[in-house]
């Protein structure tokens, strides 16, 4: 759901000298350990915690909170360098509010919501600088919210009424810094539902509580007219019977999450829109104190549109004669390929922190020093 959260380079090359040698035949057929690659860059973005960031060219835009109920937003250039950094504003009527984002697409448009005497309010500031706008709801609705947008001002998110949750779109058309419905439409309602994503392309993941009441992930296309927002007929999938949950998607319409079969460990996932689950490999296992363990991906929380896609998750270590799972680990994926510990590549990076990628394969997580974003 799109709640609060209240937890909130250098490239180093290593010369490898193997010894000295004598002639040239023998340098000819010596085999020369190459240096191991660079080390990522780490943009430590201070204090706070970053939830979404964009893809532009020459720079990336970050958004989430400052870890102390305000909003923020961050810039980052191509090299690494920390370029802007502001906190967010909140809506002048307010006493004492608290502000977060959520989301910001790449024309900088960005949405969250806001909590006040009178409630949660969902937002979206037309630039970082802008006072923020409120999304229209109906009156009798409470809690309402908002989560993604997309390039096109799609913006997706609920409110509750008598009849449960409602997962709604607003269309929006952004213009010097001044907003605009154009629509707003209801796709479903249920007992529980929260879009994690919507792409340009349309695609929308979500999750919703079945009649069961257990929870399962979807995945449906939304299409804008001109006049109204509509669902495309036959878009609409159930990922897994059993329970689920869905934590991104990207243009493809490939949807991220998690699942569980029956009782055991939940698993994390990557579905195509044809049904294929693709390979997410798994770090090596081992022995502790005389118990053999594997390490599971439990949770995938982000993927971009790379070729093969690349995801961010978590994984845990699991005991199968004990059935107990301890320790977490941050990992980047790339699909049917490798597998990476974030931990191996930045020593104080704070698991279970890890929340997006893009395209560039840019990360966002944190460190014990405060927020931060990986570059690849």
């Known amino acids: 759901?799109?709640?609060?959260?209240?937890q909130l380079g250098r490239w180093i090359a290593i010369a490898m000298v193997t010894g000295l040698v004598c002639t040239s035949d023998a340098w000819a057929q010596k085999k020369v350990k190459p240096p191991p690659p660079p080390s990522p860059k780490l943009v430590n973005l201070g204090p706070g915690v970053p939830t979404a960031m964009n893809q532009l060219d020459g720079f990336v835009e970050i958004v989430g909170h400052n870890g102390a109920g305000v909003g923020r937003y961050w810039m980052v250039d191509s090299t690494g360098a920390l370029v802007d950094s502001l906190d967010l504003a909140s809506l002048p009527?307010?006493?004492?509010?608290?502000?977060?984002?959520?989301?910001?697409?790449?024309?900088?448009?960005?949405?969250g919501s806001q909590y006040d005497e009178t409630g949660l309010r969902p937002l979206v500031w037309p630039m970082p600088q802008s006072l923020p706008v409120e999304l229209p709801v109906p009156e009798g609705?409470?809690?309402?919210?908002?989560?993604?947008?997309?390039?096109?001002?799609?913006?997706?998110g609920g409110w509750w009424d008598d009849n449960g949750q409602n997962l709604v779109a607003w269309k929006?058309?952004?213009?010097?810094?001044?907003v605009t419905v154009l629509g707003?439409?209801?796709i479903l309602t249920a007992p529980r539902v929260w879009a994690v994503g919507v792409t340009n392309s349309g695609y929308v993941a979500y999750t919703a509580e079945g009649p069961s009441g257990l929870d399962h992930a979807f995945r449906l296309m939304l299409t804008w007219d001109g006049l109204q927002i509509s669902e495309v007929d036959g878009s609409r999938s159930q990922l897994f019977t059993g329970s689920s949950e869905a934590t991104g998607v990207n243009e493809a319409?490939?949807?991220?999450g998690r699942y569980r079969i029956g009782t055991g460990l939940p698993e994390a996932f990557a579905m195509t829109v044809s049904g294929e689950l693709l390979v997410l490999p798994q770090l090596p296992g081992g022995k502790e104190k005389g118990q053999t363990y594997e390490v599971r991906n439990t949770c995938a929380l982000g993927l971009n549109n790379a070729s093969p896609v690349q995801v961010v998750g978590w994984a845990r270590k699991y005991f199968p004669a004990s059935?107990?799972?301890?320790?977490?680990y941050d990992v980047r994926i790339t699909a049917n390929t490798s597998i990476t510990n974030l931990k191996d590549e930045v020593s104080n990076w704070v698991n279970n922190s890890v929340t997006d990628i893009n395209d560039a394969g840019w990360i966002l997580g944190r460190t014990t020093n405060g927020a931060a974003v990986l570059l690849p």
């Not at 929006?172 to 001044?178: M, V």
């Open 1 to 6: 759901m799109f709640g609060k959260q209240k």
């Open 93 to 111: 009527d307010a006493t004492d509010p608290e502000t977060w984002a959520t989301a910001i697409n790449n024309h900088g448009t960005i949405v």
């Open 141 to 156: 609705t409470y809690w309402p919210q908002a989560g993604p947008i997309n390039d096109d001002g799609l913006v997706l």
């Open 172 to 178: 929006l058309s952004i213009s010097g810094g001044n």
């Open 184 to 186: 707003r439409q209801v």
């Open 253 to 256: 319409g490939t949807v991220s």
């Open 323 to 328: 059935n107990k799972v301890t320790d977490h």
